[in-house]
């Protein structure tokens, strides 16, 4: 049972999400006293919750219940890891499983909406967009590479269709078995998404590139 010295938020909040997985309604006059706090400290606690995705479900009055199955505690994932869970669910996002496919993407929407500003735009953009087209995945061997020079902002040269293009390396996607690059080439001036099955060739080039107004992820966006 918590101690019922008051704590620090944080403490507090893991804290609630444990006392709530039991299933049960709990009032905010009993956590109140349980945790040494005020009842409007409870509410506030409540809020923030419920603002972090934690499935709480209830108001001031009615008391508060846990209403998913599962609730994971916070976890602190290394950019490997991370990039990972990604690769998983977008593999998982092409299953013939309707129900499979929907919580995959849901949960790599999840997974976004709570990233810093920053993990998502310094070089490390991944999406999430199932489109079937029955096609087999190949040449995969470069997509390490292309994960690194998202992490590291690194210019690459690229072999397409027997034309090379110096590009910068925007975002990875997974389009239903095919890998799309989306980038800047500064070959044709222009954005291209290249299919990681179209590459012959990749090479890392020494020069780095910085975020530039109309080159950048959210202008590769609005040009799709």
Request: hydrophobic share 40%; with cysteine.
């Amino acid at each position: 049972m918590p101690d019922p010295a008051p704590s620090s938020r944080a403490a507090r909040l893991q804290d609630l999400i444990l006392t709530l997985r039991d299933g049960r309604t709990h009032v905010a006059t009993d956590l109140a006293a349980r945790f040494g706090v005020t009842e409007r400290t409870i509410y506030r606690d409540m809020e923030r919750l419920q603002a972090e995705g934690v499935p709480v479900a209830g108001r001031p009055g009615k008391g508060y219940a846990m209403t998913a199955e599962i609730t994971l505690p916070p976890l602190a994932l290394s950019r490997s890891e991370l990039e990972a869970l990604h690769l998983g669910l977008s593999i998982i996002g092409e299953a013939g499983d309707p129900g499979l496919r929907a919580a995959a993407e849901s949960l790599s929407q999840r997974l976004d909406a709570v990233l810093p500003e920053d993990g998502r735009t310094a070089g490390a953009v991944w999406g999430f967009t199932p489109t079937p087209t029955g096609m087999q995945a190949r040449h995969l061997e470069f997509l390490p590479t292309l994960r690194a020079a998202l992490r590291g902002r690194q210019k690459l040269s690229v072999v397409r269709d027997g034309m090379p293009h110096r590009i910068r390396p925007l975002a990875l996607e997974y389009w239903g078995r095919i890998w799309v690059c989306g980038a800047w080439c500064e070959t044709c001036n222009r954005f291209h998404d290249i299919r990681l099955d179209e590459i012959t060739e990749v090479e890392v080039l020494r020069a780095l590139f910085v975020e530039e107004p109309g080159k950048d992820v959210a202008a590769l966006r609005a040009a799709r």
